[in-house]
Nanobody, 123 residues
Framework: QVQLVESGGGLVQPGGSLRLSCAASGSNYSIDGVGWYRQAPGKQREFVASETSGGTTAYADFVKGRASISRDNAKNTVYLQMNSLKPEDTAVYYC?????????????????WGQGTQVTVSS
């Protein structure tokens, strides 16, 4: 099964920047799309950014112009660069990947999530 591990979260002052990383591991898989989501305390998980295997990106309105999603296929890693961070960006950020992998029954779809990384924006 494809596993995802996020890193790069932490405490940052308002106006600062962070780059989150999401490393994928597994065998015999292909990724169709990757995405970042976030969940603040007491709120539902929400979409932040995504990128398809073809390179098409999408961003939530609240991060447009402040975030950039990118992939390093050689490292099986997805990044989320976030700039001009605001206190309302405080949340646990999760990485998501969808695609197909080879199992003992053949090709199957997968939808994997990482464990999340905390981002806190505060002075």
């Amino acid at each position: 099964q494809v596993q995802l591990v996020e890193s790069g979260g932490g405490l940052v002052q308002p106006g600062g920047s962070l780059r989150l990383s999401c490393a994928a591991s597994g065998s015999n898989y292909s990724i169709d799309g990757v995405g970042w989501y976030r969940q603040a305390p007491g709120k539902q998980r929400e979409f932040v950014a995504s990128e398809t295997s073809g390179g098409t990106t999408a961003y939530a309105d609240f991060v447009k112009g402040r975030a950039s999603i990118s992939r390093d296929n050689a490292k099986n890693t997805v990044y989320l660069q976030m700039n001009s961070l605001k206190p309302e960006d405080t949340a646990v950020y999760y990485c998501n990947a969808v695609g197909r992998e080879t199992s003992h029954t053949g090709l199957v779809d997968f939808n994997s999530w990482g464990q999340g990384t905390q981002v806190t924006v505060s002075s």
